[in-house]
């Protein structure tokens, strides 16, 4: 499968780490935990890109080609042997990061982690795109996570995105 992510120039040359997510948490991590965000159309990857600037800020699209084998679709749900139905709790939060209290969509997130899985698919805010978020610390042996660049044309470090 094809997914896509419209990084900050600044952070295109680390296209696979998942740490930037890392630091503040995102939809579905919290803070400290490794995720990937991706989108299944450059369409979707852009908008969530642009979804805190009206205009559109400088960024780098990369593709991604991905086989994982252990993928919780909250599209449409997901009952794991406890009879949870993680979709439906997922929808009713809005997949909204709540401030100051953790959110729901973080407490589903570490239930689905524990269950062994290396990924969530999840409807985009941004339309009618979807969403994967892949935790990187949790792909297995047989696993694909691979970044597109057949001419090496992303940098391979973050030396020209310095300060001035």
Sequence with gaps: MLFYRAHSPQWASQPL??????????RLNRP?????????????????????????????LVTYRIVIQRVVDFRAGYA???GRHY????????GALLERIEPPSWVLADEVRRAGHAGVLFPSIQGNGVNL??????????????????????????????PD
């Design 17 to 26: 780490s998942g740490s930037g997510a890392a630091r503040h948490g995102g």
């Design 32 to 60: 400290g935990v490794n995720a990937l965000y991706l989108a299944d159309s450059q369409t979707t990857a852009i908008g969530e890109y642009q979804q805190l600037d009206s205009l559109m800020p400088p960024c780098t």
């Design 80 to 82: 794991p042997t406890t």
């Design 87 to 94: 979709g439906r709790s997922y929808r009713a939060t809005g």
């Design 133 to 162: 978020v892949v935790y990187s610390d949790a792909l297995g042996a047989n696993d694909v996570l691979r970044v597109y660049d057949p001419g090496n044309s992303l940098p391979r470090n973050q030396r020209s995105w310095a």
